[in-house]
């Protein structure tokens, strides 16, 4: 199985802030890579896909890059509704998995 | 719209059984790969498994901690996918959420909100 690993758990950033979110595979897959935001309660939303794409609706502050086994999910200009749990998930062999997850906390 | 919306959660002892439903609207269903994925109480996310097309024989996957257990099936003609879960486990106490896979993509695109299952005596 792949493992993807998400670092840091958690941060805390305040409104404005730029924030950087880090998943890494212990095997190349490519740009299979796809970023999730769930808030409390909630059910997740998606975000990026192939490592870089937004999905549709999704907003330009978010943005992805990476490919191979390092990847990053950075957020600009943090907004109260951003303070969620974000998670990425690698699709490029079953089974499929997902990071830890990274909490992102009001400062 | 797409809408995604699980039903068929509740309360079921160690070793029962409890199917889940999922109906979907607003997208060509039968196109479509569809994935189940969980969530334990205060835990992370879990891939539960997959059921693909009928143009791929409508074939699954499965996450090793439910394979033998649970069979994914889906209903074109109703729009509905199903998750029926057998020989249930403490364990398996979770949300579980429908997705919907990009056919360009193969990656979740829409997600339900979820049913609760609680497995317990």
């Known amino acids: 199985d792949i493992q993807m690993t998400q670092s840091p758990s958690s941060l805390s950033a305040s409104v404005g802030d730029r924030v950087t979110i880090t998943c890494r595979a212990n095997q190349g897959i490519g740009n299979s890579l796809a970023w999730f935001q769930q808030k409390p309660g909630k059910g997740p939303k998606s975000l990026i896909y192939?490592?870089?794409s937004l999905q549709g609706g999704v907003p330009s502050k978010f943005s992805g890059s990476g490919s191979g086994t390092d990847f990053t999910l950075t957020i600009s200009n943090l907004q109260p509704e951003d303070f969620a749990i974000y998670y990425c998930q690698q699709y490029k062999s079953y089974p499929l998995t997902f990071g830890g997850g990274t909490k992102v906390e009001i400062k | 719209e797409v809408q995604l919306v699980e039903s068929g959660g509740g309360l079921v002892q160690p070793g029962g059984s409890l199917r889940l439903s999922c109906a979907v609207s607003g997208f060509t269903f039968s196109d479509h790969y569809m994935d189940w994925v969980r969530q334990a109480p205060g835990k992370g996310l879990e891939w539960v498994g997959r059921?693909?097309?009928?143009?791929?024989?409508?074939?699954?996957e499965y996450a090793a901690s439910v394979r033998g257990r649970f069979t994914i099936s889906r209903d074109d003609s109703t729009n509905s996918l199903y998750l029926h879960m057998d020989s249930l486990k403490t364990e398996d106490t979770a949300v579980y959420y429908c997705?919907?896979?990009?056919?360009?993509?193969?990656?979740?695109?829409?997600w339900g909100q979820g049913t609760l299952v609680t497995v317990s005596s």
């Open positions: 059921s693909r097309n009928r143009a791929n024989i409508y074939s699954t």
């Open positions: 997705t919907r896979i990009n056919m360009g993509a193969y990656c979740i695109d829409y």
């Open positions: 192939a490592a870089s």
